[in-house]
């Protein structure tokens, strides 16, 4: 059973839904330039490779070992360290003077299985990101940039998510693309304290949304952090596809999918920087090689709770 002092597992199947292609899931792009895309992405990477700088500092390859990870694991570590490092310094030498710098952290793992599922779930939130984020991005150059780090980000998670954890190692036929303040409330809970010099980035970070009791098609407890949830709606995102479900009795019911992000929202139809109230939650459950949910493959279900 994998679980992290902010991960634990749950589920969605839906009811009264509406399915859209996710544009812009901000508010506004009208401050949006590729500078501010590439160090939104640098501020991504600089977090990512501080995340696996300490834990490979903190853990010998006998704590994977002993821990219950494959012998092999800390060696591919240590190459998704170096990968985020050449990130930092491909980005950071991209905007020159304006790159923003490396911020203060603190990770919750206390293990290397526990490092390991949050390596999961950010390697997730990275690809999320960068396919967010590409609509923004102008200059051809950029663009090619983003596009190779995405594609290596999703190798890492694929190897995180499956070799290691023995999850899924994809989502679905499509990942999931998250707006800029979604990715940024699930980034900011790493951290502590920033350089006053930053660039300012147009983003925000919402109040913790929580489920509990969740598992696919079932019926899922939800409160969020000084907002009410009654009466709201619950925006799922799963690939291209965005479901709404009314939370009705203090809960919600969880559509079927392997990995889904999750929103309150005021709106039944839209769920962007100006009408999300709480979240962003990862939900993530345990699909076995032949695609059939088996909860006995772990706990039921990933709840982050930010």
Same mark, same amino acid.
């Given at each position: 059973?994998?679980?992290?002092?902010?991960?634990?597992?749950?589920?969605?199947?839906?009811?009264?839904?509406?399915?859209?292609?996710?544009?812009?899931? #901000?508010?506004?792009?009208?401050?949006? #330039?590729?500078?501010?895309?590439?160090?939104?992405? @640098?501020?991504?990477?600089?977090?990512?490779?501080?995340?696996?700088?300490?834990?490979?500092?903190?853990?010998?390859?006998? #704590?994977? !070992?002993?821990?219950? *990870?494959?012998?092999?694991?800390?060696?591919?570590?240590?190459? $998704?360290?170096?990968?985020?490092?050449?990130?930092?310094?491909?980005?950071?030498?991209?905007?020159?003077?304006?790159?923003?710098?490396?911020?203060?952290?603190?990770?919750?793992?206390?293990?290397?299985?526990?490092?390991? /599922?949050?390596?999961?779930?950010?390697?997730?939130?990275?690809?999320?990101?960068?396919?967010?984020?590409?609509?923004?991005?102008?200059?051809?150059?950029?663009?090619?940039?983003?596009?190779? $780090?995405? +594609?290596?980000?999703?190798?890492?998670?694929?190897?995180?998510?499956?070799? =290691?954890?023995?999850?899924?190692?994809? +989502?679905?036929?499509?990942?999931?693309?998250?707006?800029?303040?979604?990715?940024?409330? *699930?980034?900011?809970?790493? $951290?502590?304290?920033?350089?006053?010099?930053?660039?300012? *980035?147009?983003?925000?970070?919402?109040?913790?949304?929580?489920?509990?009791?969740?598992?696919?098609?079932?019926?899922?407890?939800?409160?969020?952090?000084?907002?009410? /949830?009654?009466?709201?709606?619950?925006?799922?995102?799963?690939? @291209?596809?965005?479901?709404?479900?009314?939370?009705?009795?203090?809960?919600? $019911?969880?559509?079927?999918?392997?990995?889904?992000?999750? =929103?309150?929202?005021?709106?039944?139809?839209?769920?962007? #920087?100006? !009408?999300? !109230?709480?979240?962003?939650? =990862? *939900?993530?459950?345990?699909?076995?090689?032949?695609?059939?949910?088996?909860?006995?493959?772990?706990? +039921?279900?990933?709840?982050?709770?930010?």
């Amino acid at each position: 059973m994998k679980s992290t002092s902010l991960i634990a597992f749950t589920t969605f199947a839906c009811a009264a839904s509406a399915f859209v292609i996710p544009q812009a899931r #901000d508010a506004s792009s009208s401050s949006i #330039d590729d500078t501010v895309v590439l160090n939104y992405a @640098l501020t991504l990477e600089h977090l990512e490779s501080a995340f696996y700088t300490g834990a490979l500092s903190n853990f010998t390859e006998d #704590d994977f !070992t002993n821990d219950g *990870l494959p012998q092999w694991a800390r060696g591919r570590f240590e190459q $998704i360290s170096a990968h985020e490092q050449a990130h930092v310094q491909l980005l950071s030498s991209a905007l020159g003077a304006n790159a923003t710098q490396a911020c203060n952290y603190s990770f919750p793992y206390t293990s290397p299985s526990s490092f390991a /599922a949050l390596s999961q779930l950010l390697e997730g939130v990275g690809v999320s990101a960068y396919a967010g984020a590409a609509q923004y991005v102008t200059s051809k150059a950029y663009l090619t940039t983003a596009a190779v $780090i995405l +594609s290596t980000e999703a190798r890492h998670a694929a190897w995180v998510a499956g070799p =290691v954890n023995t999850e899924n190692p994809w +989502s679905g036929p499509f990942d999931t693309p998250l707006g800029l303040s979604t990715v940024y409330t *699930l980034a900011s809970q790493f $951290i502590t304290s920033c350089p006053s010099s930053n660039p300012s *980035l147009p983003v925000k970070a919402f109040p913790a949304l929580t489920f509990a009791n969740a598992s696919p098609g079932e019926a899922a407890d939800v409160t969020a952090d000084g907002v009410t /949830a009654e009466g709201q709606y619950v925006a799922f995102f799963s690939g @291209l596809s965005t479901s709404f479900v009314q939370v009705q009795n203090g809960q919600v $019911i969880v559509p079927n999918a392997t990995s889904l992000y999750a =929103v309150l929202t005021s709106s039944n139809a839209t769920a962007d #920087d100006s !009408t999300i !109230t709480a979240g962003v939650a =990862v *939900l993530q459950f345990p699909f076995n090689s032949n695609g059939t949910f088996s909860s006995s493959t772990g706990d +039921s279900s990933m709840n982050v709770k930010v």
